[in-house]
């Protein structure tokens, strides 16, 4: 169920606030991954000890997927938004003064834990102003703002290489973003909808009323809502394991400085926004199904080709390849998740926890395997993962409203193929 027509915000500016709420997102993850080597070396830990760091984000990150839908049924996702972007701004100022000012495990673990929550309840949040969008707009526009956070997390990485470069500290990089992002996030909240034009995204049943905590459990018993989190779990692992270990495996594996480790980085965040881009009209013209296929043979190819080939030429080709074919993977999930707006709050939260389940068991294992046999050979387990995502894709093909829509759009185009057909 939707809202009334009257109660609807202009789209203009309600897409550009989502836009924007992506983007400020990329950017806080991006500064904290751009600046992980500094952040290691301040506290002075093993590879193997900076994943159980990463780990304590991953658990928090657990714990706020499996309660979002909740939390945003009793909420609504604008209040749940502003609450999310605020505490990771604060808590990426508290990570980088803990590393860098305190020189605490324990202190940066903590902070991790709530970053990482705050980070999964917004993540969902933000999805579902999206597919809000999307709705009302009648068109999968859904990698776009995947794009907007991909482009975020250039800005962020490039501000992260400049810092870096100049020797500036941790703490006082992540402090002065902080104040940035929280500024922004202030402005940005008041041009998304107050009321409950996103009601049934966010938790109506069928009927219109109040989804009970019951309904919203029943959707883990979907084979098709599973199978999508299967396809979201490779492609996050593809996409969280550049965002959490890229920057260290070239350091390490390739004996380069941070700026270079950081620039690493940012040419698999520009080829995530490319292919994001670039993502609406490809699906427009193939479909979800040989899209994601596609997309995870070209991701796979290029990370063997970073772990393979030690020319720095060809690294770089492989590390856009990769980027490039791990941009859809997460968008088109939270789409397929959506298809049926009475149940899009909880599909998109269960979609996304089985997804992050890449970010919790990803950092340990790799970091564990890379102490042992080094970060870039580690990486082969994300590979495999990709070809089980490329297995699963089947069950992201369009249905419902969105199978009508992607109807609707080839029609033209068929139209057209049998006038000139005609003798």
């Known amino acids: 169920m939707t809202a009334p027509t009257a109660s609807l915000p202009a789209l203009a500016p309600w897409r550009a606030a989502v836009f924007v709420v992506f983007a400020l997102n990329g950017m806080t993850m991006a500064t904290w991954v751009a600046r992980t080597p500094a952040i290691r070396d301040a506290l002075d830990v093993r590879t193997d000890q900076f994943g159980l760091l990463i780990l304590g984000m991953a658990i928090g990150s657990i714990l706020g997927l499996l309660s979002s839908s909740h939390v945003i049924a009793r909420l609504g996702t604008r209040r749940v938004i502003l609450v999310g972007l605020v505490t990771t701004s604060i808590g990426l100022a508290l990570i980088g003064i803990g590393a860098q000012a305190i020189g605490s495990f324990a202190v940066v673990f903590v902070t991790l834990l709530f970053f990482g929550a705050a980070t999964g309840i917004t993540d969902v949040a933000m999805n579902l102003e999206g597919a809000g969008v999307e709705q009302r707009q009648g068109r999968s526009i859904m990698p776009w703002f995947h794009a907007s956070w991909s482009f975020g997390t250039i800005v962020g990485a490039s501000i992260a290489a400049g810092v870096a ?23 940005v909240v008041r041009f998304l909808p107050r009321d ?45 394991s550049a965002n959490d270990w890229l920057a260290l495996a070239v350091v390490d594996g390739r004996g380069v400085d941070e700026a270079t480790g950081a620039l690493a980085f940012g040419i698999f965040a520009t080829a995530m926004t490319i292919g994001r881009i670039a993502g609406v009209w490809i699906l427009d013209r193939f479909g979800r199904v040989p899209v994601l296929r596609g997309s995870a043979i070209l991701a796979a190819a290029g990370l063997a080709v970073l772990i393979t080939v030690d020319q720095p030429i060809i690294a770089a080709l492989g590390i856009f390849a990769w980027g490039l074919g791990s941009s859809l993977g997460f968008p088109v999930g939270m789409s397929a998740a959506a298809d ?64 009508g829509a992607r109807a609707a759009d080839q029609a033209p185009a068929r139209a057209s193929v049998d006038e000139d057909a005609r003798p």
Do not use: C, Q
């Not at 395997?369 to 990709?386: D, F, P, Q």
């Open 340 to 403: 049926d707006p009475s149940r899009a709050a909880a599909s998109v939260a269960a979609v996304a926890t089985v997804g992050y389940f890449a970010f919790l068991v990803g950092p340990p294992v790799i970091g564990f395997l890379g102490e042992r046999i080094g970060l870039l050979n580690a990486l082969w387990i994300v590979l495999v993962l990709i070809l089980v995502a490329a297995i699963a894709s089947g069950a992201a093909r369009e249905r419902g409203a969105a199978a």
């Open 165 to 187: 470069d100049l020797g500036i500290g941790v703490d006082v990089h992540a402090s002065a973003m902080a104040v940035l992002l929280l500024v922004a996030t202030l402005v």
């Open 196 to 240: 409950a034009v996103l009601a049934g995204l966010e938790g109506e049943n069928e009927s219109g009323e109040k989804s009970t905590f019951r309904d919203r459990l029943a959707i883990w018993r979907e084979p098709r809502i599973l199978l999508i989190g299967l396809i979201v779990l490779g492609m996050a692992f593809a996409e969280g």
